[in-house]
T-cell receptor, first 115, second 116 residues
């Protein structure tokens, strides 16, 4: 079975700082990868996804993630964070050959951006 | 386009009772997933329904069950409620196009279940 690790549980940044959230997964085959965001009081929203092709994926709100197959990683980045990026971020993976594409989530990273 | 909708938003039950949560998927989506987001335990996969049938379930006891109706909406039932069942229950939907397709799963706002 696959697993996902998000090593940073809490991150505090000042506005305009750069962000990188780590995500590593454990699975031997090909995978589909996702980052979801949960703003305070809101539902999980898809930030970006990787299925195949260019390993550098751009998502909404200026976020991007890079799939590094050799490192089993899919780190999320943003060059300059804003106060409105305060949220919890979840990395998720599903094997490409997955009936139903059930997602396995990491434990989440709570990001607080100080104004 | 309406997203995944869930009801009720909040539900308070007593230990031992049964809870029923409801979900309507995005129009055109045939698959419905249920996840539990409990404090300190993260997001755990509960159940997957597609075309009216249960296709897979996570590591939860049989008192967690559900069904999918012909209109693709779904119910999650939790019997014999225990205090640790208190959590946010998330429903999600996707258009299942086969095991090799890159399906994207969209989530609803969730139903808060509190067991006292």
């Amino acid at each position: 079975a696959q697993s996902v690790s998000q090593h940073n549980h809490h991150v505090i940044l000042s506005e305009a700082a750069s962000l990188e959230l780590g995500c590593n997964y454990s699975y031997g085959g090909t995978v589909n990868l996702f980052w979801y965001v949960q703003y305070p009081g809101q539902h999980l929203q898809l930030l970006l996804k990787y299925f195949s092709g260019d390993p550098l994926v751009k998502g909404i709100k200026g976020f991007e993630a890079e799939f590094i197959k050799s490192k089993f990683s899919f780190n999320l980045r943003k060059p300059s964070v804003q106060w409105s990026d305060t949220a919890e971020y979840f990395c998720a993976v599903t094997p490409s050959r997955n009936a139903g594409n059930m997602l396995t989530f990491g434990g989440g990273t709570r990001l607080m951006v100080k104004p | 386009e309406a997203g995944v909708t869930q009801s009720p938003t909040h539900l308070i039950k007593t230990r031992g009772q049964q809870a029923t949560l409801r979900c309507s998927p995005i129009s055109g989506h045939t698959s419905v997933y249920w996840y539990q987001q409990a404090l300190g335990l993260g997001l755990q996969f509960l159940l997957w329904y597609d075309e009216g049938e249960e296709r897979n379930r996570g590591n939860f006891p049989p008192r967690f069950s559900g069904r999918q109706f012909p209109n693709y909406s779904s119910e999650l039932n939790v019997n014999a409620l225990e205090l640790e069942d208190s959590a946010l229950y998330l429903c999600a939907s996707s258009l299942y196009q086969g095991a090799y397709s890159g399906n994207t799963i969209y989530f609803g706002e969730g139903s808060w279940l509190t067991v006292v």
